[in-house]
Structures are given as C-alpha cells and as structure tokens.
Nanobody, 130 residues
C-alpha cells in the first residue's frame, strides 16, 4: 500500500522560511515524477515543484515561475523522503500543500499534468501573513 505523509506546514510571516517533508512508503519508482502541489479553496491544484530521476542521472527538478528561486525540492539519498524548502515566503504562497508520486515519466509534464499522478498525501497547510 502506497502512503505519502506530508509534514512541516505552519503559519509564518512574509519573508520567512519553512521546510515541508514527504515520507513515501510502499513506492520506489524513481522513473516517474514526484511533485509538490498546492491548492487554495475555489482554485485548481497547481504544481510548484517536481523531481524526476533517470537511471543514470541525478534528481532533476522543475519549478513553477511563481516559486523559482525561492523554493527548492530535494530528495534525501537512500531514503524515501522528499523535501520542499520554501524561502522568502509571500502571502500568495498560502495554500494547502500536497506531495504526489507516480506522475508522468517525462520531465516536461511533471508540473502541468496534475491528473496523471497516482498517489497523493493528505496535505499540510502553509499560511503566510503579511
């Protein structure tokens, strides 16, 4: 049984930092995208960061324009944990953040193909106040 468990969400002031964690169990296919998505009520879920490892290549990461340069996704070597380091947070980053696995196998689709992810966590809330 595949499980994804996110943690690390909190309330912070603008300019602050948070690190989200996602522990994945029952799944180890690195050939498919893993991603971080966020959603606010009334809006569609959007991809903010995704990663994809090839058989001979390191973990390649992809970011949406809205978070590029502020967010960093990483994968802990030898473990099934992925992180999202979020720096210089803005009020517009306020959302429920979800970790997902089993996404597309092409990096160019990791962020945009939300419906192609097979496994999702329950989400962790990030609130950024001005």
């Amino acid at each position: 049984q595949v499980q994804l468990v996110e943690s690390g969400g909190d309330s912070v002031q603008a300019g602050g930092s948070l690190r989200l964690s996602c522990v994945v169990s029952g799944y180890s296919n690195s050939r498919n995208c893993m991603g971080w998505f966020r959603q606010v009520p009334g809006k569609e879920r959007e991809g903010v960061a995704a990663g994809l490892a090839g058989p001979y290549s390191p973990f390649a990461t992809y970011y949406s324009d809205s978070v590029k340069g502020r967010f960093t996704m990483s994968q802990e070597k030898g473990s099934n944990t992925v992180y999202l380091q979020m720096d210089r947070l803005k009020p517009e980053d306020t959302a429920m953040y979800f970790c997902a696995a089993g996404g597309p196998s092409a990096g160019s689709r990791c962020l945009s193909r939300v419906n192609e992810y097979d496994y999702w966590g329950q989400g962790t809330q990030v609130t950024v106040s001005s």
